[in-house]
């Protein structure tokens, strides 16, 4: 069973919405963090939680359209993708940072997380 599995990914127009979930197991984490990549690009940030503080970090990009949200009975982080744009194709990636939180400085840096997801692709066409 993987530790961190993404899903929701998919294909919608110019305007439309998607949400992503991520669901964790068998571990704990303090922070969660999406990432997305384009073929040639390096994967960035998207938005993280740092779910002990409660605090929530999003890329400029996104602000205003994507939201985090979690359901903590379920262990499940969920990226609703609101009025979505063609620069938002790419592969989404869920990763947890398993030993550490995180912060406005360090959320978007990939080297603080420790467990990956395999990546689910979202597909905006015009």
């Known amino acids: 069973v993987q530790a961190v599995a993404e899903s929701g990914g998919g294909s919608v127009q110019a305007g439309g919405s998607l949400r992503l979930s991520c669901a964790v197991s068998?571990?704990?984490?303090?922070?969660l963090g999406w990432f997305r990549q384009t073929p040639g690009s390096q994967r960035e940030g998207v938005a993280a939680?740092?779910?002990?503080?409660?605090?929530?970090y999003y890329a400029d990009s996104v602000k205003g359209r994507f939201t985090l949200s979690q359901d903590n009975a379920e262990n499940m982080m969920y990226l609703q993708m609101n009025d979505l744009k063609l620069e938002d194709t790419g592969m989404y990636y869920c990763?947890?940072?398993?030993?550490?939180?995180?912060?406005?400085?360090?959320?978007?840096?990939?080297?603080?997380?420790?467990?990956w997801g395999q990546g689910t692709q979202v597909t905006v066409s015009s």
């Open positions: 990763a947890v940072n398993a030993w550490a939180g995180c912060s406005a400085g360090s959320w978007s840096h990939r080297e603080i997380y420790t467990e």
């Open positions: 068998g571990l704990t984490y303090s922070c």
């Open positions: 939680a740092y779910t002990r503080g409660g605090s929530t």
